[in-house]
């Protein structure tokens, strides 16, 4: 089987299926992508039919975010154990069991068990492809866990449009829940037909791994993940509330950013190549405090102008903090992708009911000067946003650093791979 990445073999037997494995990987990303995506969408009507606050909104999102990680952690700590077909196993039935639960939630706290669910499931997934694309491709990590990393836009923009569609039509959010079984069933059907190889080319000792995780460099991209995270995911999910009343469609907004950050992801190759993997980080932060900015700014058909510049700056985020990790930190393996992916999904889910305070509490303040109906929401979406922007220009500050500390090493792009492990080319 030809290896999409380096256009060779790659070491395969005949028997072995890794482009299979790829697309497999790919639908399962799809339904975590969905998730988020048809979540956003129904948040109004969740909180219709059940009464719910922002802040009450604001926790059953946190669910998706929280169960994330524990199973990032979770899945790291066991992948060396138990591989990643498991760790696929366990986020397939999470997925049926947090789906089905949704749909037959009552009110608050049957949506937070449900969710939570979803999120471990979601996290299962994230904690056995990432190191699992990582080894199959280890010749190109980095620009294979961008082209991976396509199908979470790409999810979110098939979720976005149907949970618009079935909206218009009239369909409840259960239904919209429901329909995200398809695509499990199929990635589960796949992944109980398919032959998983061995792992060849990643550090598979797990106390190897932790030693390594004490790196300085290592923890401060933890950090930053954390910030990456929010700026993208934590706008992403409120971005139908945030935008109500601008004259803008907040699921289409959805929809525009992450079609650009699919095909942005798919063409990551040159522009990884070209700018290294910081100076990719750096110019992505300062597109998204820039895009951020400008949502603060705007009002009807401009909101999409301002949408298109924060999806530049968003695109490479998420698979470059974990490709980094890959590419400098290799003898971090499996627990390291983890980590980051984890880090990542619970600075999220801490955030996820501050900012629907936030709104809630500009709403208010809004109202007491005032302002009424759509104004109000107008005043408390762009002050939500003058909040969310200081995180990427955080990140802008963390990575000038960075490049150039790295600038100033250029002997130590890399750690030295383990021992059996191809180097980084």
Same mark, same amino acid.
């Given at each position: 089987?030809?290896?999409?990445?380096?256009?060779?073999?790659?070491?395969?037997?005949?028997?072995?299926?890794?482009? $299979?494995?790829?697309?497999?990987?790919?639908?399962?990303?799809?339904?975590?992508?969905?998730?988020?995506?048809?979540?956003?969408?129904?948040?109004?009507?969740?909180?219709?039919?059940?009464?719910?606050?922002?802040?009450?909104?604001?926790?059953?999102?946190? !669910?998706?975010?929280?169960?994330?990680?524990?199973?990032?952690?979770?899945?790291?700590?066991?992948?060396?154990?138990?591989?990643?077909?498991?760790?696929?196993?366990?986020?397939?039935?999470?997925?049926?069991?947090?789906?089905?639960?949704?749909?037959?939630?009552?009110?608050?706290?049957?949506? *937070?068990?449900?969710?939570?669910? =979803?999120?471990?499931?979601?996290?299962?997934?994230?904690?056995?492809?990432?190191?699992?694309?990582?080894? #199959?491709?280890? $010749?190109?990590?980095?620009?294979?866990?961008?082209?991976?990393?396509?199908?979470?836009?790409?999810?979110?923009? =098939?979720?976005?449009?149907?949970?618009?569609?079935?909206? /218009?039509?009239?369909?409840?959010?259960?239904?919209?829940?429901?329909?995200?079984?398809?695509? &499990?069933?199929?990635?589960?059907?796949?992944?109980?037909?398919?032959?998983?190889?061995?792992?060849?080319?990643?550090?598979?000792?797990?106390?190897?791994?932790?030693?390594?995780?004490?790196?300085?460099?290592? =923890?401060?991209?933890? =950090?930053? !993940? &954390?910030?990456?995270?929010?700026?993208?995911?934590?706008?992403?999910?409120?971005?139908? /509330?945030?935008?109500?009343?601008?004259?803008?469609?907040?699921?289409?907004?959805?929809?525009?950013?992450?079609?650009?950050?699919?095909?942005?992801?798919?063409?990551?190759?040159?522009? *990884?190549?070209?700018?290294?993997?910081?100076?990719?980080?750096?110019?992505?932060?300062?597109?998204?405090?820039?895009?951020?900015?400008?949502?603060?700014?705007?009002?009807?058909?401009?909101?999409?102008?301002?949408?298109?510049?924060?999806?530049?700056?968003?695109?490479?985020?998420?698979?470059?903090?974990?490709?980094?990790?890959?590419?400098?930190?290799?003898?971090?393996?499996?627990?390291?992708?983890?980590?980051?992916?984890?880090?990542?999904?619970?600075?999220?889910?801490?955030?996820?009911? #501050? *900012?629907?305070?936030?709104?809630?509490?500009? /709403?208010?303040?809004?109202?007491?000067?005032?302002?009424?109906?759509?104004?109000?929401?107008?005043?408390?979406?762009?002050?939500?946003?003058?909040?969310?922007?200081?995180?990427?220009?955080?990140?802008? #500050?963390?990575?000038?650093?960075?490049?150039?500390?790295?600038?100033?090493?250029?002997?130590?792009?890399?750690?030295?791979?383990?021992?059996?492990?191809?180097?980084?080319?």
């Amino acid at each position: 089987m030809v290896d999409v990445a380096t256009g060779t073999a790659g070491g395969y037997q005949a028997t072995e299926r890794p482009n $299979r494995l790829f697309v497999m990987a790919c639908l399962s990303l799809v339904v975590t992508a969905m998730t988020f995506a048809i979540r956003a969408g129904i948040l109004v009507q969740l909180g219709d039919e059940f009464a719910l606050s922002g802040t009450q909104l604001g926790w059953v999102n946190a !669910m998706a975010f929280l169960g994330f990680p524990v199973a990032m952690m979770v899945g790291g700590l066991v992948y060396n154990a138990v591989g990643p077909k498991r760790l696929l196993m366990v986020a397939f039935v999470g997925h049926v069991i947090g789906l089905v639960l949704t749909i037959l939630a009552t009110g608050f706290w049957g949506l *937070i068990v449900s969710t939570f669910f =979803i999120g471990f499931a979601n996290g299962a997934v994230e904690a056995a492809c990432n190191p699992m694309i990582a080894d #199959v491709y280890h $010749r190109n990590k980095t620009t294979m866990l961008n082209r991976f990393h396509v199908w979470f836009p790409g999810g979110i923009v =098939i979720g976005a449009l149907i949970s618009f569609a079935m909206t /218009r039509m009239g369909l409840g959010w259960q239904s919209q829940i429901g329909i995200m079984l398809i695509p &499990t069933a199929a990635y589960g059907y796949m992944l109980f037909t398919q032959t998983f190889p061995p792992t060849r080319h990643t550090e598979t000792s797990t106390v190897a791994n932790l030693k390594a995780l004490l790196s300085p460099l290592f =923890i401060v991209m933890i =950090i930053l !993940m &954390t910030m990456t995270a929010t700026t993208e995911l934590g706008t992403g999910q409120w971005i139908e /509330r945030i935008l109500a009343g601008v004259g803008a469609s907040g699921l289409l907004v959805l929809a525009l950013t992450n079609t650009i950050m699919a095909g942005g992801r798919f063409f990551a190759g040159p522009v *990884i190549h070209r700018l290294n993997p910081v100076g990719v980080l750096l110019a992505s932060a300062a597109l998204s405090a820039l895009g951020l900015f400008l949502f603060t700014q705007t009002s009807g058909p401009a909101v999409y102008l301002a949408a298109i510049v924060f999806a530049f700056g968003v695109t490479y985020f998420w698979p470059t903090m974990i490709g980094f990790v890959g590419e400098y930190l290799p003898r971090t393996g499996a627990v390291g992708m983890s980590l980051m992916g984890g880090a990542g999904m619970f600075g999220v889910s801490i955030w996820n009911p #501050v *900012i629907g305070g936030w709104l809630d509490g500009a /709403r208010e303040s809004a109202v007491s000067g005032g302002l009424s109906g759509m104004e109000a929401d107008v005043a408390a979406g762009q002050a939500v946003l003058g909040r969310l922007v200081v995180f990427p220009i955080l990140l802008v #500050v963390a990575f000038s650093i960075l490049y150039l500390a790295r600038l100033k090493r250029p002997e130590h792009a890399a750690e030295a791979p383990p021992v059996g492990v191809a180097p980084i080319r």
